[in-house]
């Protein structure tokens, strides 16, 4: 053997380090459980007490439309995210940079119907998740007519693809040529594609051929789904907990292209989208909340 020069023992490799700092899990309980989303009324019955997360699972469950989905930067809450919606999705894919946020995603699909084994989520996460599902079932807002295990269950089979699980790991930014090529997606299309806070496009150019290449994954009169903030100041190292990032995103993408609203749809029409509808709204919930990303901007359009 040859006396390769490491670090000490004992010393985490960058990659480790790396990894150490962020914890999906974490930043997601922060949201969830500290926020106090999920809860029981007095009536003992399941419901989302949360005015910013009901309005966005209302926005979706209305702007999905019947058929596959395929959520770019999917992040640790994309089962959350197509679960209002799950009965009208035919089949969904989420595309992530992060692979720890993959984990918790698999973690998610699979805990939830009582299968695999957990090691970044636990058994309080799947149980809030059981919590969610319910209040979706039970509440007249979103009237979606299954029970919340029907749900789950049906949010896992839907995620199910050749014996695995169909969510990727992939750089939507630096891959978006093999995504607009088919290459990366063996030339699937989609009804719907979804951008949850998740442009981290560099400037208008980057973010056009984007747009283009995803355009090109659209099936015949599918649409794109965008939801995002008014105000974003970049990903820094260390965020707050609530906001933060893998640190491969810090590292790639640490400061975004901050656009306006009709900066925005000037390149969906650039790219030739139709129908493009936009919807303001002010973050309720939290003074912190409002403070930090202002309100939310939701697009959809038609390829
Ligand atoms: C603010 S989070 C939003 C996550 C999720 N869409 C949601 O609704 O909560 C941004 C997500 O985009 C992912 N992301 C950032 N840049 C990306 C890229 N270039 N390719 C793929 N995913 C990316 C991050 O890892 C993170 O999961």
């Given at each position: 053997m040859t006396n390769i020069e490491g670090p000490p023992r004992g010393t985490p490799s960058p990659e480790k380090e790396e990894r150490g700092k962020y914890n999906p899990v974490d930043v997601l309980r922060e949201r969830e459980i500290d926020s106090g989303v999920f809860g029981v009324d007095r009536r003992g019955r399941e419901v989302i007490k949360d005015k910013d997360f009901a309005y966005i699972a209302s926005y979706l469950r209305k702007n999905i439309q019947e058929g596959s989905v395929l959520n770019l930067g999917g992040g640790f809450m994309h089962c959350h995210r197509i679960l209002p919606a799950i009965d009208k999705i035919t089949h969904a894919t989420s595309i992530d940079i992060s692979d720890m946020n993959n984990q918790v995603v698999r973690e998610f699909l699979e805990g939830s119907v009582g299968l695999g084994t957990q090691t970044l989520i636990d058994a309080s996460d799947v149980a809030v998740m059981r919590t969610y599902?319910?209040?979706?079932?039970?509440?007249?807002?979103?009237?979606?007519?299954?029970?919340?295990?029907?749900?789950?269950?049906?949010?896992?089979?839907?995620?199910?693809?050749?014996?695995?699980?169909?969510?990727?790991?992939?750089?939507?930014?630096?891959?978006?040529?093999?995504?607009?090529?088919?290459?990366?997606?063996?030339?699937?299309?989609?009804?719907?594609?979804?951008?949850?806070?998740?442009?981290f496009t560099r400037d208008r150019d980057e973010t056009l051929h984007l747009m283009e290449n995803v355009k090109k994954l659209l099936s015949e009169g599918g649409r794109i789904v965008i939801m995002d903030v008014w105000e974003y100041s970049g990903v820094e190292e260390d965020g707050d907990a609530?906001?933060?990032?893998?640190?491969?995103?810090?590292?790639?993408?640490?400061?975004?292209?901050?656009?306006?609203?009709?900066?925005?749809?000037?390149?969906?029409?650039?790219?030739?989208?139709?129908?493009?509808?936009?919807?303001?709204?002010?973050?309720?919930?939290?003074?912190?909340?409002?403070d930090a990303i202002g309100g939310y901007i939701c697009i959809v359009a038609e390829a």
């Open positions: 599902a319910e209040a979706l079932s039970q509440d007249p807002r979103f009237a979606v007519g299954y029970e919340g295990k029907e749900l789950l269950a049906m949010l896992y089979e839907k995620s199910r693809r050749h014996e695995g699980l169909d969510v990727i790991t992939a750089d939507v930014i630096a891959q978006m040529e093999e995504l607009g090529s088919g290459a990366l997606l063996k030339n699937r299309t989609f009804d719907n594609v979804l951008f949850l806070w998740s442009i609530m906001h933060s990032e893998d640190q491969v995103v810090a590292r790639n993408y640490p400061k975004p292209w901050i656009w306006t609203t009709e900066e925005f749809i000037d390149i969906l029409e650039e790219v030739g989208f139709r129908n493009i509808r936009t919807e303001e709204k002010v973050v309720e919930e939290s003074e912190e909340e409002e």
